[in-house]
């Protein structure tokens, strides 16, 4: 079965300091990773995803992703920090080659960036 | 830019009721999902729709809930006789493609709070 493990619930940065989200996940085949943003009473918004090729993945608002297939880890992060980057971020894997297999979502953790 | 939109944005109802959650998926998509967070926990698939049948369903997806694409554009989940811990927030979301790792986009929920 697929699983999604991220270890924290909350992260703290200081604006313009970098950023790292971590996940970590567990999938027979080959994964395909996600990150979802979800804003206070928005729905998820598509950041990036990692289907095959280069491991450093580029996404909306200037996020990126490491996927890391030894560590089985794809951790999220970003140079700078931003006030606006404070939201609640989702990694999710699904792994069949075809068909719309159904997401699996890690827990989230929430993103607090300060001034 | 197209969104998926879902009403109502919050739904109150007596336990045993039933009540129907309503989305629109992106026009051009042709692959739909419901998927419910409760508070506090991971989002958790339900369902996905393709063609006018089910594709794929959870343990979660039991006789009470039921889909349905009444029109060319709505996308509904229906929960018979709703429980207590039916209480969450369900997202509708949508896909262009039928590969498994085209990113899903999603609306911003209906909050069910069941009494």
């Known amino acids: 079965a697929q699983s999604v493990a991220q270890p924290e619930d909350q992260v703290n940065v200081a604006e313009g300091n970098p950023l790292t989200v971590k996940c970590t996940y567990s999938?027979?085949?080959?994964?395909?990773l996600f990150w979802y943003v979800q804003y206070p009473n928005r729905g998820l918004q598509f950041l990036l995803k990692y289907i095959t090729g280069d491991n450093l993945v580029k996404g909306s608002y200037g996020f990126e992703a490491e996927f890391n297939k030894s560590q089985t880890s794809f951790h999220l992060k970003k140079p700078s920090a931003l006030v606006s980057d404070s939201a609640l971020y989702f990694c999710a894997v699904s792994h069949l080659l075809s068909g719309n297999t159904p997401l699996v979502f890690g827990k989230g953790t929430r993103l607090s960036v300060i001034a | 830019e197209p969104e998926v939109t879902q009403t109502p944005s919050h739904q109150v109802t007596q336990m045993g009721q039933e009540v129907i959650l309503r989305c629109v998926p992106i026009s051009n998509h042709l692959y739909f999902y419901w998927y419910r967070q409760i508070l506090g926990q991971k989002v958790e698939f339900l369902v996905s729709f393709y063609n006018n049948e089910i594709s794929e369903k959870s343990e979660i997806f039991d006789d009470q809930f039921s889909v349905e694409r009444p029109d060319g554009s709505n996308f509904t989940l229906k929960i018979r006789s709703t429980k207590l811990e039916d209480s969450a927030m369900y997202f509708c979301?949508?896909?262009?493609?039928?590969?498994?790792?085209?990113?899903?986009?999603f609306g911003p929920g209906t909050r069910l709070t069941v009494l």
């Open positions: 999938v027979s085949g080959n994964p395909y």
């Open positions: 979301a949508s896909s262009e493609g039928r590969l498994t790792y085209n990113e899903q986009f």
